[in-house]
């Protein structure tokens, strides 16, 4: 079985890294500390609050990667 709090923290930093390559920043991107300590199961990532200027670019973003996906 995977360990889940070790994933947690590559996923965040995966997501992280990857919205930087496009110019993106969620302020609030981290890791939801009641799903670590809690015993319920797999800790969540928690991606929080942005301006509308960052959801229309990470929309952008996304649109483009489906795209290419498509294509």
Do not use: F
């Not at 110019?23 to 009641?34: C, E, F, K, V």
């Not at 301006?51 to 929309?59: D, G, Q």
């Amino acid at each position: 079985m995977p360990d889940h709090h070790d994933d947690v923290y590559e996923s965040t930093e995966a997501l992280h890294a990857a919205l930087q390559d496009n110019g993106i920043t969620l302020p609030s991107l981290g890791i939801d500390l009641p799903s670590l300590a809690g015993s319920y199961g797999i800790p969540l990532v928690a991606l929080g609050n942005c301006n509308a200027a960052t959801a229309r670019k990470l929309a952008e973003a996304l649109r483009k990667a489906a795209e290419k996906k498509a294509s």
